[in-house]
């Protein structure tokens, strides 16, 4: 059974920094492009970040470049995000995803909640 | 504003025909394949349609989309209460090198 864990979440400071990690089981995670997606509280769902089966290619959203790095671990079946010099408007659940073709993304984990206040 | 534009709401009455449109660009849409999504009440998101017109094994195929030019629609024939959900389209943006998504839609099965 696929499932994706994500984990680090919490309450940071406004221009604080976070790492998030996303645990995956069940498949061969090295074969699959990887990807975060993040949901404002009642709000819609935003793409984030890329990154390819081998870790070599990488993609950001435009509101997080520079400010995001996505990474994973194929050793350790873990993608990770690290994100630096946040923001108030980054508050929002991150869900990790397995990508099946560009944009449709076939299994989600259940989200850690990022919270960028004072 | 989200790149890709959908209805903010939807309704329906039970086995009723409803469907959601989502409108793009030549740069999302126009070039590359759609995706659509159902998230329920607080939970993930899950995958609806993928490729414009495919459905993931385990989705009914009371669900079907379809795409035209820069434009998809999502289809929902004989409209059941746990239909009752938002729904997103998206698609992979030439342009900005990444994913887009619509606003989402709130489907209310009256």
């Known amino acids: 059974e696929v499932q994706l864990v994500e984990s680090g979440g919490g309450l940071v400071q406004p221009g604080g920094s976070l790492r998030l990690s996303c645990a995956a089981s069940g498949f061969t995670f090295s074969s699959f492009e990887m990807n975060w997606v993040r949901q404002a509280p009642g709000k819609g769902l935003e793409w984030v970040s890329y990154i390819s089966s081998s870790g070599a290619t990488k993609y950001y959203a435009a509101s997080v470049k520079g400010r995001f790095t996505i990474s994973r671990d194929n050793a350790k079946n873990s993608l990770f995000l690290q994100m630096n010099s946040l923001r108030v408007e980054d508050t929002a659940l991150y869900y990790c995803?397995?990508?099946?073709?560009?944009?449709?993304?076939?299994?989600w984990g259940q989200g850690t909640m990022v919270t960028v206040s004072s | 504003q989200s790149v890709l534009i959908q209805p903010p709401s939807a309704s329906g009455t039970p086995g009723q025909r409803v469907t959601i449109s989502c409108s793009g660009g030549?740069?999302?849409?126009?070039?590359?394949?759609v995706t659509w999504y159902q998230q329920l009440p607080g939970t993930a998101p899950e995958l609806l349609i993928f490729s414009n017109n495919q459905r993931p094994s385990g989705v009914p195929d009371r669900f079907s989309g379809s795409k035209s030019g820069t434009s998809a629609s999502l289809a929902i024939s004989g409209l059941q209460s746990e239909d009752e959900a938002d729904y997103y389209c998206?698609?992979?943006?030439?342009?900005?090198?990444?994913?887009?998504f619509g606003g989402g839609t709130k489907l209310t099965v009256l």
């Open positions: 998206a698609a992979w943006d030439d342009s900005l090198s990444g994913v887009v």
């Open positions: 030549r740069s999302n849409i126009g070039s590359n394949a």
């Open positions: 995803a397995r990508e099946l073709t560009a944009g449709a993304f076939d299994f």
